[in-house]
């Protein structure tokens, strides 16, 4: 079966602890992304990895960090996380024939 | 610069047709998405339209682009409280970039 997996689901942490959100896919796309999820601000882009070793910044990038190492993982860093990164986070793989992004479960962070 | 803009709340009763609307601002866009996401999920892929097409039927939903006024619409035709949930609409602009853009959400309630 086709999924982006996302670990952990749900994180509480507190400023400036640094975390990882990992996040999978098992459909050999070339294209990942990482979205945040606020209300009123529907899903903002953060970072975007066209291919290993490839990333590039989308939107929201300060106070992120991502690295593509692999095809199949993308991680999230916060280093230095802050209250104003607690959100929704979700990670997504592209299937470059249709460009359709198919989406993670979801990592809900809260840092306090 | 590229914007997405949805109305934040739907109400229709049960059995009725919905629509949904978006309006972009990115005319060079290839693809147009919508996107639905139930309580404590991810994002799941509805339907898509390519920028060429006015529009694109399947089962209960109706997607309808005009090009010209850059409106984008989802029509659920017989609406259940299953349909209950945020639905996304989401445009690949075609700027050299691979950056999604997203609407704020729609929040359909579906009333019994």
């Known amino acids: 079966e086709a999924q982006v997996t996302q670990n952990p689901r749900y994180l509480i942490t507190v400023t400036g602890k640094k975390l990882t959100v990992t996040c999978s896919q098992n459909?050999?796309?070339?294209?990942m992304s990482w979205y945040r999820q606020d209300p009123g601000l529907g899903l903002r882009q953060i970072y975007y990895?066209?291919?290993?070793?490839?990333?590039d910044k989308g939107d929201v990038p300060e106070g992120y960090k991502v690295s593509r190492k692999e095809k199949r993982n993308f991680p999230l860093i916060l280093e230095s996380p802050s209250p104003n990164q607690t959100s929704l986070y979700f990670c997504?793989?592209?299937?470059?024939?249709?460009?359709?992004?198919?989406f993670g479960p979801g990592t809900r962070l809260t840092v306090l | 610069g590229e914007d997405v803009e949805q109305s934040l709340f739907l109400s229709v009763r049960e059995g009725d047709s919905s629509v949904i609307n978006c309006t972009y601002t990115?005319?060079?866009?290839?693809?147009l998405y919508w996107y639905k996401q139930e309580p404590g999920a991810g994002l799941q892929l509805l339907t898509y339209?390519?920028?060429?097409?006015d529009m694109k039927q399947d089962q209960r939903l109706t997607v309808l682009l005009n090009k010209k006024d850059k409106h984008l619409s989802l029509r659920i035709a017989d609406t259940q409280t299953g349909d209950s949930a945020i639905y996304f609409c989401?445009?690949?602009?075609?700027?050299?970039?691979?950056?999604?853009?997203f609407g704020t959400g729609t929040r359909l309630k579906v009333l019994a």
């Open positions: 997504a793989a592209r299937d470059s024939n249709t460009d359709t992004q198919y």
């Open positions: 459909m050999n796309h070339e294209y």
């Open positions: 990895s066209m291919n290993v070793e490839v990333t």
């Open positions: 990115d005319s060079s866009s290839t693809y």
């Open positions: 339209i390519f920028s060429n097409m």
């Open positions: 989401a445009e690949t602009p075609t700027s050299g970039t691979y950056k999604y853009i």
